[in-house]
């Protein structure tokens, strides 16, 4: 089993440093017994220019702080003073390319009344992409995305994950690597930790905000779109649709930039290689790093 701290790891929580293997939780606590928290998946790089660099922190914890919001947690940190702890957790630890994780949980609560005060954690481990470096072999998941009406989607929210182990547990299950979630009304929504996109005749397309978590890793992969031309459109489409792609991938800030192999046995028509996924990829990995990228410099 992947070991996610040692003896010598150091964790935040509730504004001290403390070791990770000394740190408790109270059992009682509406977030185990729930599912009540939310949290954030943020990584740091070591940038082209040697110092070390938490991609997008801002972004993230302003989603942290509105994730809480919408399912009426109280958010009474200060995002800037969680930055530098951020920072501070990946120092003590001595690491310079990490996954970090932010969570907002609640204290002991056995009703179903909304929190009146919360915690935060903030770990770090070092990860690779999630999903992995090869294409992936994907299927269409039994399992739907939760209707919007009975949960705020947009909220990164601990409890919803459950939806994304059943589906990637069926996944797994069946030999393939990964799944695909449609929406409630049959439209294809995302991948059980990250977005999809595919590119048909030049173009990239992927699903409209509404029924799926809005990205972050996505929102800067639509940014790269504009940044190098590539023409891109939000819109619902099928199963059906899908399959006629030109390629896929997913992306999310744990697995990154990462081709689809594969939708439920059949291959995608264009090598990945030749990809505008791949293009984006490369120019994913040139943007965390913070190294120059030229379009006229990708496709093998």
């Not at 089993?1 to 990770?20: H, Q, R, V, W």
């Not at 090598?271 to 990708?298: D, I």
Request: aromatic share 12%; net charge negative; charged share 25%.
């Amino acid at each position: 089993m992947y070991s996610y701290y040692n003896d010598n790891t150091f964790l935040y929580i509730n504004g001290e440093y403390t070791k990770a293997n000394a740190a408790t939780t109270d059992l009682y606590g509406q977030s185990l017994h729930y599912g009540y928290a939310v949290f954030e998946g943020i990584r740091a790089y070591k940038t082209a220019s040697g110092e070390v660099k938490i991609f997008k922190a801002k972004e993230h914890f302003d989603r942290l702080k509105r994730s809480c919001e919408l399912i009426h947690i109280p958010y009474k940190f200060d995002n800037e003073a969680l930055i530098a702890a951020c920072y501070k957790v990946l120092e003590m630890n001595n690491m310079e390319e990490a996954y970090i994780r932010p969570l907002v949980f609640c204290p002991p609560n056995m009703t179903l009344k909304a929190a009146s005060e919360s915690q935060i954690l903030i770990c770090a481990w070092e990860w690779g992409a999630y999903l992995g470096e090869k294409l992936l072999r994907v299927m269409t998941s039994s399992y739907e995305r939760p209707n919007p009406k009975a949960f705020k989607i947009e909220s990164k929210s601990a409890g919803l994950y459950v939806n994304s182990i059943l589906a990637s547990q069926e996944a797994k299950e069946k030999g393939y690597d990964e799944a695909l979630l449609l929406d409630m009304n049959g439209y294809v929504a995302e991948g059980p930790g990250a977005n999809i996109f595919f590119e048909k005749d030049g173009k990239i397309y992927t699903p409209p905000a509404g029924n799926i978590l809005p990205g972050i890793t996505r929102a800067t992969v639509i940014e790269l779109c504009h940044e190098l031309n590539i023409p891109l459109e939000e819109k619902l489409f099928t199963i059906a649709e899908l399959k006629e792609a030109d390629a896929a991938f997913f992306c999310g800030t744990a697995a990154e930039v990462i081709g689809l192999d594969s939708l439920d046995g059949q291959s995608f028509g264009k090598p990945w290689a030749q990809s505008l996924g791949k293009l984006l990829q490369q120019a994913y990995k040139a943007r965390v790093l913070e190294k120059a990228f030229q379009r006229e410099a990708q496709l093998a």
